[in-house]
């Protein structure tokens, strides 16, 4: 499925199945967009605040989470 | 009394105005079921009302709302010392491990320094220890300048820019009231704030997409800037006022935010542009951190000059008092924000999006969008983005190429093994 153009396909699956996927996999490379929102998303599963919706009108990247 | 009466007059008028959530979300049915509200993390203080410029697309001055002729130009002392006084409580009560205050306006610089800094200083003394304290301003750039940018480092206060791309499409729409163009002004408050000595406060960039601009030359005037991060925000609208869309095109929105991801992207840039990073991250299987896509909840209050707590301004561009919440920081606490439906809508995630919106795949990622975006008469905000089929594009395209870059991974993997 993941083969499949989602622009082509309106049933396609949203989220992208990494499960199976080592996590060093994701992360490689350095400074990608992947690498950095793999570790957002890893970051996040220790946040003790869960992750929150900020204010849009503002310009700064929340690196807590 | 009077406030309570006042409270009630506002929510019979957003019962009016909007169904959901003001007549059909039941609190004691969530409440029932488990669910508990967040929080406030976010807390915006509207310092001074006025702007010294005069954007055309302003949802403050130029849409529907326009309580901001009736509220005092300036916050009062006494305002922002009873915000920050409740947001202690608020803090100790809930054991919060950080919140954001952001200082907003119209132009929160119009305030001037000496009153930023000795907020600054009284707020992060009134914050238990243990808490990290946020403080940041938006601002249009104009009135930065060496001595302004000294003052808000010796305070610690980041400093966020909005700026519209090149010089002529900036031009075109942030105008001061003379009706000339403020680029030439914000160039130079950013070339300031790109220095290595005022780096640490230099927050970010907010762009508003105009879909009629070169997408690319956007981008580019946007990096040579050299910011930590880019924000890119839709026009507010909704069903009643839709977006702007030029002849012969129907997702424009999305076209021109697929031309700039595709840069971005490639080009492995260091800068984060937090609507793609946000997308990715949903896609991932994260949460979102902005109000523009995911199902995040919703932990922010904006309180007025005069006091007043209302829901963030973005939502003056649906209808006149869509805001208020009848609330007061001078009499109220901020816990009773959390009582608002306004305010719990944007927390209860699935539970607030339409029945259209939960048979569609992808609302695990755009969240239906921004909540001002939903906006029809009447029903309210229970309704699809009115950028949905531009959402449901950008979205896509992304996937495509993060799967592909998986993929491409996988296979590289393989082949050294």
Redesign the interface.
Known sequence: MENASTTDNPTWPPLLDVTRRPMVELLANGDTALARCTNRLIRSLDDPDGVISAFQNYAFQNLAS | MIDRVSTEVVRAAQREAAAWPYRELDLARLRADGWHP?PI??L?LKVHQRCNLACDYCFVYTQADQTWRDRPAVMPDEVWRAAVASLGRHVRRHR???V?V?L?GGEPLLYGVSRLGLLASELRAEMPAGC?V?I???TNGVLLNEKVIGSLRQHRI?V???VDGVEADHDRHRVGPNGRGSFAAVRDAIDLLRRPENRSIY????CTVAPETDPIACYEQLRAFE?????F?LPHANWERPPRRPAGTTTPYADWLVRVFDR??DE???I?V?L??DI??L??????????V?L?????VVVESDGAIEQ???LKSAYDGACATGLNILHDDLDAALEDHGIVA?QIGRAALSAHCLQC??H??CGAG?YVHRYRPGSGFRNPSVYCEDMR?L???I??R??A???Q??TE?VEAR
């Open positions: 967040t993390h976010d915006i919060l491990s950080g954001r952001i907003h990290k946020h940041g301003l938006q980041m966020g820019v909005s927050g970010g960039l907010l910011p930590p991060m880019i924000d925000l971005w992207y492995s840039d260091a984060s937090r793609f990073e990715i991250t896609l991932l299987g994260g949460g979102g951190q902005s109000e523009q995911g995040s909840p919703s932990a922010m963030v301004d973005s944007r795949p992808v695990q990622v921004h594009i979205i896509g395209h996937r495509d993060v799967a870059e998986i993929r991974r996988e993997v």
